[in-house]
């Protein structure tokens, strides 16, 4: 369960046609603590590719089917055989198919 709780501020831009939030949900834990995260509808909302030689863990999980322990495969992968040459690269790393490529191609970059 998701509840999104506007501050003053995003309650103000909002009223101004400036809605500051972009993308950004916040999610109440178990602890009742605000959290904030992205949302699944959002991710990858911005024409910016993820460049996968550079990319955080974090940053991975956005990708759809990629998850803590792909996104930790893709990082330990990089650290041990340098970075990728071309998106096509990824499949290399255990867990990275041809299926979940496809989903993440058009979402990748290198540099």
């Given at each position: 369960m998701k509840i999104h709780i506007p501050t003053k501020q995003e309650e103000e831009a909002k009223k101004e046609g400036q809605n500051q939030q972009q993308g950004e949900d916040y999610v109440v834990t178990s602890s009742g603590v605000a959290d904030e995260q992205t949302s699944p509808e959002t991710k990858n909302k911005s024409n910016a590719k993820i460049n996968i030689n550079t990319a955080t863990g974090t940053q991975l999980e956005t990708l759809p089917g990629i998850g803590p322990s792909t996104?930790?495969?893709?990082?330990?992968?990089?650290?041990?055989?340098?970075?990728?040459?071309n998106i096509e690269d990824i499949k290399e790393v255990s867990g990275i198919g041809e299926a979940k490529f496809n989903k993440i191609k058009d979402l990748i970059c290198v540099k």
């Open positions: 996104a930790n495969k893709i990082t330990a992968y990089r650290k041990e055989n340098g970075k990728f040459s």
